[in-house]
């Protein structure tokens, strides 16, 4: 079993920066390739990013491309998503996963995150 839990989310003006973290505990860390969705209110979740389990391997969603980069300190347990240049379409719940296998959108998210909220005002 992993647990996540994410933290960081909250209330910024457009063109401002959040850095989101997703801590996990439990099972090994390492060994899960780990991504970050959003859910943003009457839509689907989405894909935003997802790293490698050694963390030197990356891919976006276009949307975000250029403007989120998505990090990890196995050390720490913990997986990070630095936002930067914030649009009001961005404005969601951030969700982090954990995947056994697999890559991308389409990965075998086994284990996920409360969520946490992210707003951005004009």
């Known amino acids: 079993q992993v647990q996540l839990v994410e933290s960081g989310g909250g209330l910024v003006q457009a063109g401002g920066s959040l850095r989101l973290s997703c801590t996990t505990s439990?099972?090994?860390?390492?060994?899960?390739?780990m991504g970050w969705f959003r859910q943003a209110p009457g839509k689907e979740r989405e894909f935003v990013a997802i790293i490698n389990w050694s963390g030197r391997t990356t891919y976006y969603a276009d949307s975000v491309k250029g403007r989120f980069t998505i990090s990890r300190d196995n050390t720490k347990n913990t997986i990070y998503l630095q936002l930067d240049s914030l649009k009001q379409e961005d404005t969601a719940v951030y969700y982090c996963?954990?995947?056994?296998?697999?890559?991308?959108?389409?990965?075998?998210?086994?284990?996920w995150g409360q969520g946490t909220q992210v707003t951005v005002s004009s």
């Open positions: 996963a954990a995947a056994s296998r697999g890559w991308g959108p389409q990965a075998q998210y086994n284990y």
């Open positions: 439990g099972r090994t860390f390492s060994g899960y390739n």
